[in-house]
């Protein structure tokens, strides 16, 4: 899976995902803590076999099959089964020595040098190279290129924008030393390198290599027949609905267990009936609003981990500056007083969302590092606790009064203060969570109005809050996710030059922890720890944008699977999958 | 003897020579029971739901309840609520006050505009009439998804009126066909004639004269439509390009059965609005039969 | 006949054009493009910006349309932004299943509507009309969401008929006997769905002009023959009646277009409908004005069928 | 001079047809008329179906328009007034053929008969009601019945209604198409009767068109033969029933049906000869296209359209 | 040999209307003959394509009762299977709007060719079309082959009737019914149509029933005359003496409102008030005394039943002995008060 990939999350444009009880776990609540993520093996494993995985979406997946250029979930899903990067993680998202490749730093951490092991090869039987790597890199870097993936984690290399801008023939920073060993140098040493920080996925060259780099998207070669060295090979394509593989016996970790996978779109709708007939074995996602109901489903156990995202309120207290290309926070915004944010902060009850709207699968969020990264999560920062009382009390010291006696209060020069909230429509509890919120603003004394009184749509949305960096100035405050990249870095977020910064919200403190966190300093886990804490403190204190929501991914998977396990650094395979019976088990 | 020109000319409806349209049109509906009691029951919905709703108190119907969500019917909750926590018969009154309002709303603007279209075109004819039918044509190709979608995204507030205006603006023609073709039978007629050499002008010809011949015709199509029109908006509202959720509709509260639980589990939520929407559907659509029995000579009952 | 073909297909030019100049125009109106939300804070913005501008996606519409227009006179429809892959090329995959979903559900609707039509017509105010008139009339009122998701939940799931989801079942060689099978498989329940309530019309009308066919002179004249009632329904009433129903079936069309939205999207089948409905969520314009033309054209099309049909079967409508 | 004058009318219809409905060929419905009506006489006009008669007639009247020619009605030219703006046009009133479409049938008799008052006069409420029931009274019905509607009264009462609207303004002429061709031949009496009556009390001027040889001869003093939108011969009724000069009149002539019995073999044999006139000399009556010539005078009245001799 | 072809007993046809069933022939008898026109006039409403339509057993929803005897078989209320045999074969029947009565969307010779193929299911194709074309020829359509391949939409009204002509003499009937056939023609063409039906009278000896309200055609065509009026029969009589002598005051109020070309613009009779509709006639005593109401209501039978006044010539009720006209001055005034 690629790096950092801190996109928005769960509101956007296909996630399905929600809400809450039925008739049968009626009020019962759950915890994430009481989730394994590894599989349980019951059983006698059988020879071969095979297995079914359902991904889970109302729409067809694109067919974009490969890493180095897809977009979207969905086909990452359908790659992971074919193909993988050339090293692995831990569960702290550090790049391990496991993988198809071992790495080695140099002193100043900014030279790497990669050994691909020997018997590493795609699909067609083709070694896969230090060439094919570089490849990788230099069609990325290539100015026809179409995909997303020329970002600043390959920015970073050495000689590449000269490449990118047709100054060079070659990336000057990366070198293949051997077949098998490529050597390549980075601008800055980061510890974001060693998470996430490298691209790991060669290109075939022996097959792409002459094609226009604007054509590879959609050759054949990626749409119908997609290369790989993963575990399994793509056997047939019905596109935009179903995979089929077959087990590739030259695996390098050593042949799969399973003869045939398949995997297969269906409908979030439809996911409970697919996985108690035995129709998958597994799905990406279980949309966690029909879990309650499900829960005891006999045919399958759930496994569950943190999701590495967060729910959070924002406020704008600026704009952006599009000539300076930075962040131009008003001192005089609406919402500019950190009494009136942290208030509103204070004046909702997460948790009572998190038990009622999920169940408790989600739970009130603290701070702006989700313990999806336990090393660097701050549990002792306990962030802003439901405490209308409080919220009242801040208003009133900050001169937020009720003037006129209505129940609302104005503004400090006395005038009336109604906040606009954009909130995006996407799940079914979308609606009532924002009505739930504006609520409980309400009830401190906030007159808090939906944006043109409905829930905004994903593209007026983020154009809305400023995507493009058009902030829609009606828009005082918004609520939001994001999901969190591997590494924790949040200046994409929260720098003074993110543009994603939406908040538009800055300060020298703030520039000066980020940079911290990314500097040769923070090297040293402990050192780093230290920053982050500092800076979780630092967003509870000023509360540009306050965290509402941690949440959990749950994912049944078949009785008869064997080895299966979701989430990062399980040490856990794909090729160690196995089956107890040729068929699924089906719900009593 | 006396049967010929008028059936040449329409065959369809024959009211040309049937006692005053309207008794006809009520004695149709007061013979046949069922759209009698059609009617009496739409009458009822229609008086309770907007009588009620003036009671209600409707910031409460959407005010979410955290406390109270998906709770099967209760004395509390006669129709128990929904995921918001929101009282589901609250919704559903407010909910079908508001569908109706829509689909009435609609119905009669494509009326107006329709007949005026229908009349004008067919009663024109010639160049008028070609230009009006190729406009009316590209309405007819035009997506109406997708300009529902889009103005769902740029006009800021979606309010009953602007929801309406949209709709119509894609359901006119159906009716302007209808009326330009009845239109072009009945100017025919020789009263029409009669009426040019009296020296009446075109357009009182048009809306006096020919008008309310039509009149029969139009009470049963736009009172077909207004089924239609009630059904179209839940679909709209199912594929999500309806109100927001606190301005409830039959169609919004259906929509809710997209998820699979509350479609196995929570009948409570939709299964009322579907049965509403059903039996309010069935109710017009078998006034409008009856009615339009009435104005089929042939068909008529008694 | 000739002449009148090419006469509308000359009209059709001009709304054609005029279509797809709204359609641009619309998709311009919309919030958001296709690289809204393509949200990566690693990655530079100016890259994004890049990718806008190499997409033409900051020129003024009449640009990008003209772009569009050059390139559709060539045969190109464009790139589809998401798919990464021509639109012609993704229409033609989807648009074959979409074709066969409307074909067969054409061929249920008929197989359902004319013997019940027929049924109701015949024997008017019996009970098996009353029952024939009774489903028409459900039918009409149930909206057709709610009843596919009724028809999946009972044949999909609790049943197990049919499969739930997809055009055909996965691993399948394209041609073999049992892909072909397959795809018909996933094909019945949605095509069914539709065509048990987009039947309700044509059995209304079927029976409304039987009835009307009934009492016209010339089966008095039938009668007068010495036709047996038999005949007279097969030779004569059938045959008159059945003959707007086959004009209809070019209009049928423009029906089918709008159900395949809600049905696609209920099954799960990748057809045009969901591509339509997909691409404009996601601003995939390219997609959106193809699609949208291109249901443009169907329908004027059938329009067009329906014409021909109708000139070629009733001889009193001469075309010249 | 005459009351109506009628001077080479042509009414061509456009056929449409080709690319872009261009119009390709003409329908000559009316094909250059002549004719002069004088003040207070019926004047008629026969012609077998689809001769132009009733295209005659809407011409005058203004709801067909004119290819050529021109119409003077009492010394004024209307060829291209326009229906509405002028005075001249409610002198000139129509009587339709068919007593059910002609009337509106969700009017009521007030509505109806005071359409064309409300048009030229403005009259209080309760005049405009006082004239109507005259009019009521004057063509023999109840002044009460105002308040019905048409499908109340009988096929002849409806035509009545008719004609009290007709004479609503006092009009100097009317233009009778087939007034009672839709009706019974008890009622077919009555309303022939009445319009006889009417004639002298208001000193009207018929045009009266009919295909029916027996009520021509019933109601007219001249009488007009078309053929395929051109006259084949003029004459009084004297003139055409018992000196038809045309063979294509002498054929209509022979082909009315003899109420006595008597002469059926008779009436027979005159038929039949002169159906073999009427096949032998047929082209020296009309030229290639089946067309009559222009008319000739053959007495001080009677004109028939020969060939040559001009 | 027996000359009777159809004897019709005590024929009540009844229609409903609102639960209730009226009679619109009521108690008719009649007989006709072979070789012999049979007229039928009245006004319209009276009856007469009631009773034609029961004759051919064509109503569909109508209550008939009484007999009807085809050359002795009984035909009221058969089923249609065997109504069939002799519908189009034995009887025909012709349609007074030729406009409708061809099936707008079958070629002419294939609804020709119908009827020759439901009688003779043998005939092979070819013959059938010779057939057919001899029968256009026949009629007098001048290209038959050409018309064989027409829609009737392609045809004038006068050629329809033609064909509607030639499809009811296409198996030369014994029986045939014309139902107004002429009524939508020009004088011109009746009279060639009018011919056609003598000549079919005259070749193939048939009986023929000829409903009309043209008195002249009656006056040259029929053999006999029967007048109707509200579901009765109120004269009957052969052809002269009924024109020559007619006795019943509607047949005389008839004749009187002809216009006559012997007495140019002369008033014409008027029979005053209207058909009385289905549901309002008047069921007892003589029928017509509420239009002649300055007869004295005695002159009326209680019961009126048809007398034979001279051989062949039955009239209804006893009225006609002392009918006379009104004063026509006086007549002028009441004519139309409604
Ligand atoms: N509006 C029109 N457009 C085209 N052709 C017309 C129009 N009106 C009349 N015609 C044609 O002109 C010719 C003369 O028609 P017209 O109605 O004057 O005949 P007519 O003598 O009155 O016949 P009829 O006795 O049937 O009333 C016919 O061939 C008719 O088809
Ligand atoms: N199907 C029917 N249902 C009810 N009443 C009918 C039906 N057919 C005819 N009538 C009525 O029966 C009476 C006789 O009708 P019929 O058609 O026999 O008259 P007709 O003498 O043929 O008149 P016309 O000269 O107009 O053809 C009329 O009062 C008519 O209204
Ligand atoms: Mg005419
Ligand atoms: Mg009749």
Redesign the pocket.
Known sequence: KTDSDAKPKDEGKKTEEGKKENAKGEEQLYSIDDFSNIKTNEGEAMEGGSFTFGLVSDTAFQGTLNFNFYSGDPDAQVLEWFDEGMLTWDENYVYTNDGAATYEASEDGKTFTFKIRDNVNWHDGEPVTAEDWLFAHEVIANKDYDGPRFDSTLRNVVGIEDYHEGKADTISGIEVVDEKTLKITYIEATPSLITGGIWTYPLAKHIFGDMPVKDISSSPEVRENPIGFGPFKVESIVPGESVTYTKNEDYWRGAPKLDKVTLKVINPNVVVQSLKKGEVDTVDKFPVDQFPANAELSNVEYLGAIDRAYSYIGFKLGTWDKKAKEVKTDPNAKMADVNLRKAMWHAVDNNAVGDRFYHGLRWAATTLIPASHPEYHDESNPGAPYDPEKAKQILEDAGYKDVDGDGIREDKEGNELVINFASMSGDEVAEPLAKYYIQAWEAVGLKVELLDGRLQEFNSFYEGVGEKGDDNPNIDIYAAAWGVGIDVDPSGLYGRDAIYNFTRWSSEENDRLLAEGISEAAFDPEKRKEIYKEWQQLMTDEVPVFPTLYRSVLVPVNNRVHNYAIGDGTGMYKNEIEVTQEEPLAEK | METNNVQLLDNSHDTNRSPSGWRILWREIVRDKLAFISLIFIILVVVFVYGISLILDQKEIVTVDLFSIHKPPSSEFWLGTDHGGRDVFGQLIVGTRNSLSIGILVTLMTGVIGIGFGLVSGYFGGTIDNIFMRILDFFMILPFLMIVIVFAAIVPKYSILSFSLIMTAFLWMGIARLIRSKTLQEKELDYVQASKTLGSSEFKIMFTQVLPNLSSIIIVTMTLNLAANIGLESGLSFLGFGFPESTPSLGTLVSYARNPQTLEFRWWIWLPASMLILILMLSINNVGQALKRATDARQRRG | MWKFTVRRIGIMIPQIILLSILIFILAKMMPGDALSGMIDPNVDPSTIEAQREKLGLNNPWYIQYIDWLKGVIQGDFGQSFRFKMPVTELISQRLINTIWLSVVTLILTYLIAIPLGITSGRYNDTWADRLITGYTYIGFAAPLFIFALVMLWMFGFNLGWFPTGGSVKPGLTPGTFEYVISKINHLLLPALSMALIATVSTVQYLRSEIIDIKQKDFILTAKAKGASESRIYNRHILRNSLLPIAAFFGYEITGLIGGTIFIENIFGYPGMGQLFFESILLRDYSVVTSVVLLFGIASIIGALISDIILSLIDPRIRIK | MAFLEVKNLK?H?P?KGGLFGRTVDH?K??DGVNFTIEKGKTYGLV????????????AIIGL?NITSGNIKFNGQDITNLRRTDMDVRKDVQMIF?DPYSSLNPKKRVLDIVSEPIINYQKLTKSDLKKQVQELMELVGLSPDSIYKYPHEFSGGQRQRIGIARAIALRPKLIIA??PVSALDVSVQAQVLNFMQDIQKELGLTYLF?S?DLGIIKHMCTEIGI?YK?RYVEQGTTDDIFNHPQHIYTKRLVAAIPDINPRNRDRQLQFRQEVKVEYERSYHDFFDEEGLAYKLQPISDTHLVALPGRG | MNRELLKIKNLKTSFRIKDHYYAAVDDLSLTVFKNELLAIVGESGCGKSALAFSIMGLHNRAKIEGSVLFKDQEIANISSAKLNKLRGKEMGMIFQDPLTALNPLMIIGEQIAEIIYLHDKKLPKNKQKEKVIALLNKVGIPRPEHTYEQFPHELSGGMRQRVVIAMAIANEPELLVADEPTTAL?VTIQSQILDLIKELKEDSNAGIILITHDLGVVAEMADRVAVMYAGQIVEIADAYTLFENPLHPYTRSLLNSVPNSLEVQSKLHVIEGIVPSLQKLPREGCRFSARIPWIDPSAHEENPTLHEVSPGHFVRCTCYKQFYFPDKSKEAQRNGVS
């Open positions: 009414v219809f056929v329908i419905a009316v012609g077998e179906s689809g001769s132009g008669k009733t295209t005659t007639g809407r067909n053929q198409d087939e068109i295909h078309m939108g | 020009d």
